[in-house]
């Protein structure tokens, strides 16, 4: 019975002699019982136990110290309190209770080791031997014992060491990662650095140019300070002499007629000389092209003398009186501010740039960025005309003053005159060489002013069907060009921020505004603004007077149409643009304002 009981303590010891690992405190106890000639199983003993069976508290640092800025006292003695606790309870050594663990039976061992081992002809024996034992009821399952700790602990820990070794190779790999992300950041800080001292290099060579051109303006500014007044001087000169002109050429005509009623039936007419050439080949052999040349030169001849048949037109030297001055009497009807929004046509797809009114017809024409003109019939706004033509966007349009003519500007660089009646294009007059902003008629009906980003104003003749004149002066865009009604006077706007007057022979008042929402009344006589008013901060797009003269819309960046009341000074505001309002309108009796948006839509307001 005593040798069937000690089997299991030497296969315990001869497994402990086969991994090399002992345990030495079960190892003596074992060879103590053997000596006094019985041992069992049950009095196997551990008396010292294994570091890995509990688990400790975790000691807190006791490095406490108070942050800077919450020097509190209460704070300091509850901290002091906190430590003194801590340092009793560990002064009395309290010994928590180990983690319960399943350990592992040392048969169940055995078989992993040998399977592990790869020794299957010893695990077969064994487990055929061990079964047959307990089918015996020689021993019990639990009898066999226990595997100690430390041989779970190393299979523990080397499963532990395989996750640390792959973790660590994944850091590895990270690692290398980030190396080679810090080079390359490292080569883009070196780039952008030298780059960032080429742009400093570059910026201080500029400051110093910019220095030197400064220097070099200040010389020049007394000079073109006296050519500035040279030419003002001339200005008024020329003004002065054109006045003048146009007196004594009243004063001709005069008489030219007068003597023309004195001598009735008499005439003079010059004599014709034609010059022959003295030598002429006669039978010359002509060649086919020979005959090509004679035929394109007879061509142009008969061209150029169609062309110079065609006279220019005269501007009017003695005006009618413009019949809207009388509208001006303190007798009329009160002005009209409080306008309402009635409805809107939705005519374009892309921004309304120009609305203008028929002159005698409730008639509406309005131009957009999408190359069309459309024509409406009001109050109901359904289209009557459509003008396609252009091939770029359309800036402006104007009426013939009959009412049966169109003039339209556009930005690619033609102003395009329209009949009507037809609802074609009948002349195209090109010469810019940039954008066309504005364009006007004469009251005459003859010539047509535009002007255009080229820095130019030109007047065309539509008679002769050429420019008549080019007008230098602007040193920017010239935006915006207008006749003066019954008048030859001739106002521009331009962006180097200056307002021209070309040919002046009365006295008006004229209003312009810039990107800033300012808008001043001008005495152009004077050549002095009478009346600034802020109404910014939005740009304004367009400011028109109401055929009174009374009263000033201005059509803004923000959508708000503005009311000048030009007697009381007073401001209103017209709000329902949803977008910016591009340009504004008066009808002809100040009853109705049309103003058209970036939205594509014209409003009406009545």
Same mark, same amino acid.
């Given at each position: %019975?005593?040798?069937?009981?000690?089997?299991?303590?030497?296969?315990?010891?001869?497994l402990e002699e086969a991994l090399g690992m002992g345990v030495s405190a079960a190892g003596d106890t074992a060879e103590a019982v053997a000596a006094e000639g019985a041992y069992y199983l049950e009095q196997v003993t551990i008396t010292e136990a294994s570091e890995d069976d509990y688990e400790y508290e975790e000691i807190p640092d006791d490095n406490?110290?108070?942050?800077?800025?919450?020097?509190?006292?209460?704070? #300091?003695?509850?901290?002091?309190?906190?430590?003194?606790?801590?340092?009793?309870?560990?002064?009395?050594?309290?010994?928590?209770?180990?983690?319960?663990?399943?350990?592992?039976?040392?048969?169940?061992?055995?078989?992993?080791?040998?399977? &592990?081992?790869?020794?299957?002809?010893?695990?077969?024996?064994?487990?055929?031997?061990?079964?047959?034992?307990i089918q015996k009821g020689i021993t019990e399952l639990r009898d066999g014992g226990i595997v100690p700790d430390v041989y779970t602990q190393n299979m523990l820990l080397e499963n532990e060491n395989k996750i640390l070794k792959k973790d660590l190779k994944h850091y590895k790999q990270a690692a290398d990662k980030a190396r080679e992300d810090l080079?390359?950041?490292?080569?883009?800080?070196?780039?952008?650095? %030298?780059? $960032?001292?080429?742009?400093?290099?570059? &910026?201080?060579?500029?400051?110093?140019?910019?220095?030197? !051109?400064?220097?070099?303006?200040?010389?020049?500014?007394?000079?073109?300070?006296?050519?500035?007044?040279? $030419?003002? #001087?001339?200005? &008024?000169?020329?003004?002065?002499?054109?006045?003048?002109? =146009?007196?004594?050429?009243?004063?001709?005509?005069?008489?030219?007629?007068?003597?023309?009623?004195?001598?009735?039936?008499?005439?003079?007419?010059?004599?014709?000389?034609?010059?022959?050439?003295?030598?002429?080949?006669?039978?010359?052999?002509?060649?086919?092209?020979?005959?090509?040349?004679?035929?394109?030169?007879?061509?142009?001849?008969?061209?150029?003398?169609?062309?110079?048949?065609?006279?220019?037109?005269?501007?009017?030297?003695?005006?009618?009186?413009?019949? +809207?001055?009388?509208?001006?009497?303190?007798?009329?009807?009160?002005?009209?501010?409080?306008?309402?929004? +009635?409805?809107?046509?939705?005519?374009?797809?892309?921004?309304?740039?120009?609305?203008?009114?028929?002159? $005698?017809?409730?008639? *509406?024409?309005?131009?957009?960025?999408?190359?069309?003109?459309?024509?409406?019939?009001?109050?109901?706004?359904?289209?009557? !005309?459509?003008?396609?033509? $252009?091939?770029?966007? *359309?800036?402006?349009?104007?009426?013939?003053?009959?009412?049966?003519?169109?003039?339209?500007?556009?930005?690619?660089?033609?102003?395009?005159?329209?009949?009507?009646?037809?609802? +074609?294009?009948?002349?195209?007059?090109?010469?810019?060489?940039?954008?066309?902003?504005?364009?006007?008629?004469?009251?005459?009906? =003859?010539?047509?002013?535009?002007?255009?980003?080229?820095?130019? @104003?030109?007047?065309?003749?539509?008679?002769?069907?050429?420019?008549?004149?080019?007008?230098?002066?602007?040193?920017?865009?010239?935006? @915006?060009?207008?006749?003066?009604?019954?008048?030859?006077?001739?106002?521009?706007?331009?962006?180097?921020?200056?307002?021209?007057?070309?040919?002046?022979?009365?006295?008006?008042?004229?209003?312009?505004? =810039?990107?800033?929402?300012?808008?001043?009344?001008?005495?152009?006589? &004077?050549?002095?603004? %009478?009346?600034?008013?802020?109404?910014?901060?939005?740009?304004? +797009?367009?400011?028109?007077?109401? @055929?009174?003269?009374?009263?000033?819309?201005?059509?803004?960046?923000?959508?708000?149409?503005?009311?000048?009341?030009?007697?009381?000074?007073?401001?209103?505001?017209?709000?329902?643009?949803?977008?910016?309002?591009?340009?504004?309108?008066?009808?002809?009796?100040?009853?109705?304002?049309?103003?058209?948006?970036?939205?594509?839509?014209?409003?009406?307001?009545?």
């Amino acid at each position: %019975m005593a040798t069937q009981q000690g089997t299991p303590s030497s296969a315990l010891r001869v497994l402990e002699e086969a991994l090399g690992m002992g345990v030495s405190a079960a190892g003596d106890t074992a060879e103590a019982v053997a000596a006094e000639g019985a041992y069992y199983l049950e009095q196997v003993t551990i008396t010292e136990a294994s570091e890995d069976d509990y688990e400790y508290e975790e000691i807190p640092d006791d490095n406490y110290s108070i942050p800077e800025g919450e020097e509190d006292l209460a704070k #300091a003695v509850q901290m002091v309190q906190e430590q003194a606790t801590d340092t009793q309870i560990l002064e009395q050594k309290t010994v928590f209770s180990p983690k319960h663990t399943v350990p592992e039976a040392i048969e169940d061992f055995l078989c992993n080791f040998l399977i &592990k081992m790869g020794m299957t002809r010893t695990l077969d024996c064994f487990q055929s031997e061990w079964y047959e034992l307990i089918q015996k009821g020689i021993t019990e399952l639990r009898d066999g014992g226990i595997v100690p700790d430390v041989y779970t602990q190393n299979m523990l820990l080397e499963n532990e060491n395989k996750i640390l070794k792959k973790d660590l190779k994944h850091y590895k790999q990270a690692a290398d990662k980030a190396r080679e992300d810090l080079l390359k950041t490292q080569k883009e800080r070196d780039f952008h650095r %030298m780059h $960032h001292k080429r742009i400093v290099q570059e &910026k201080n060579k500029l400051i110093n140019d910019l220095k030197r !051109l400064k220097l070099h303006y200040a010389s020049y500014e007394p000079a073109i300070r006296v050519l500035h007044e040279k $030419h003002h #001087a001339l200005l &008024k000169q020329k003004m002065l002499t054109s006045l003048e002109r =146009d007196r004594a050429i009243g004063q001709i005509s005069g008489l030219q007629e007068t003597l023309k009623h004195m001598e009735i039936g008499h005439g003079y007419h010059a004599p014709e000389f034609r010059v022959v050439p003295t030598c002429r080949k006669e039978n010359a052999p002509e060649g086919p092209t020979q005959k090509g040349l004679r035929e394109a030169r007879e061509q142009s001849k008969c061209k150029a003398k169609a062309k110079a048949n065609t006279k220019d037109s005269e501007f009017p030297t003695h005006m009618q009186p413009n019949p +809207n001055l009388d509208l001006g009497k303190e007798n009329l009807c009160p002005a009209k501010f409080d306008y309402k929004l +009635n409805n809107i046509f939705r005519l374009h797809e892309l921004p309304v740039s120009c609305i203008v009114m028929h002159p $005698h017809k409730d008639l *509406l024409v309005s131009c957009g960025e999408d190359r069309v003109w459309k024509m409406v019939g009001l109050p109901k706004g359904n289209v009557l !005309l459509t003008g396609l033509g $252009h091939t770029d966007w *359309l800036s402006n349009c104007c009426f013939h003053p009959s009412g049966n003519k169109l003039a339209t500007s556009s930005g690619d660089t033609t102003v395009k005159l329209w009949d009507l009646s037809k609802g +074609n294009c009948i002349l195209t007059f090109e010469g810019h060489t940039h954008a066309v902003w504005s364009c006007t008629w004469h009251s005459c009906g =003859d010539f047509v002013a535009s002007s255009s980003l080229d820095t130019t @104003s030109k007047i065309w003749d539509v008679n002769s069907e050429r420019c008549r004149y080019t007008l230098y002066g602007h040193t920017d865009s010239v935006n @915006s060009i207008e006749f003066f009604p019954y008048s030859n006077t001739l106002l521009t706007g331009s962006a180097d921020k200056s307002l021209s007057i070309w040919d002046a022979r009365t006295g008006h008042m004229i209003a312009s505004c =810039d990107a800033c929402g300012v808008t001043k009344l001008w005495d152009f006589r &004077k050549l002095l603004p %009478m009346v600034s008013i802020d109404v910014g901060p939005s740009p304004g +797009n367009e400011v028109t007077f109401d @055929s009174s003269g009374r009263v000033l819309a201005q059509a803004s960046g923000n959508g708000v149409i503005h009311l000048l009341d030009l007697k009381s000074g007073q401001i209103h505001k017209l709000m329902g643009h949803e977008s910016e309002a591009h340009t504004v309108m008066f009808s002809r009796d100040g009853e109705t304002l049309f103003s058209g948006g970036s939205d594509g839509t014209v409003r009406t307001w009545s």
